[in-house]
C-alpha cells in the first residue's frame, strides 16, 4: 500500500511538473547588450566601434523579421556605399551625442505580443548645464520570444513628438532604392 501512494505522490508532482509553464526568457537580456555597445560607442575617451548590427548580433540578439528588414536595408547602393543603411545612431537617435549617464533598462509592459523595454539615459549632458541637455532620453525596445530566446522585434524612438519604428525606417531605405 505504501508503495501504491509513493508511485501515486510520484505521479502527481510530475505531472505538476509538468503542467508548470516554463518561465519566459529574460527579455531585458538583449536591450543591455545592445546598450553596453552604445555605451562603449559613446564612451570618452573613444572605444572600439560596436556595431549594432553585425552578422553575430543580427543573429543573436534580434528577430528574423527585423533582420531580414535590416538585410534588405543594407543591400541598397546607397547603405553599400555608406556601410549602413543607418546614418545616425537608432540607439540614442541621435548623429551626435556624449558620453551615456545613468542608464536604466527596465521592461515597461506587454504590447502585441512583445514586451516592451525601456532603456533610458541621459546623451546630451557634455553639451552644456541647461535642462535641454542633462534631460532623460529613451529608447523602447519591442522584445519577442524567438526560438526560446528574448529577442528584440523593433527598436522604438521618439521624433519630434511621434514614435518612429526602426522597422519602418528600414523598410522606408528599401523601398527608396528599389
Not at 572605444?47 to 543573436?60: M, V
Not at 542633462?134 to 514614435?163: K, N, S, Y
Request: hydrophobic fraction near 45%; charged fraction near 25%.
Amino acid at each position: 500500500m505504501k508503495t501504491v501512494r509513493m508511485l501515486a505522490a510520484i505521479a502527481a508532482l510530475a505531472l505538476g511538473t509538468a503542467a508548470t509553464p516554463v518561465l519566459a526568457a529574460d527579455a531585458t537580456e538583449p536591450v543591455r547588450a545592445v546598450m553596453a555597445a552604445a555605451e562603449a560607442n559613446w564612451a570618452d575617451p573613444p572605444q572600439d566601434f560596436q556595431d549594432y548590427f553585425s552578422e553575430e548580433r543580427l543573429a543573436s540578439l534580434y528577430s528574423a523579421d527585423l533582420a531580414a528588414r535590416y538585410r534588405k536595408a543594407a543591400d541598397t547602393p546607397s547603405a553599400k556605399e555608406m556601410g549602413t543603411p543607418l546614418d545616425w545612431d537608432v540607439v540614442v537617435n541621435a548623429q551626435d551625442g556624449c558620453p551615456l549617464q545613468d542608464v536604466s533598462i527596465a521592461p515597461a509592459g506587454q504590447e502585441n505580443g512583445a514586451t516592451r523595454v525601456v532603456a533610458r539615459f541621459r546623451a546630451l549632458t557634455c553639451f552644456g548645464s541647461e535642462a535641454e541637455y542633462q534631460g532623460f532620453q529613451e529608447a523602447h525596445f519591442l522584445v519577442i520570444e524567438e526560438g526560446g530566446r528574448a529577442v528584440i522585434d523593433d527598436i522604438v524612438t521618439p521624433m519630434d513628438g511621434e514614435a518612429q519604428s526602426l522597422k519602418d525606417q528600414l523598410d522606408i531605405i528599401a523601398a527608396e532604392a528599389g
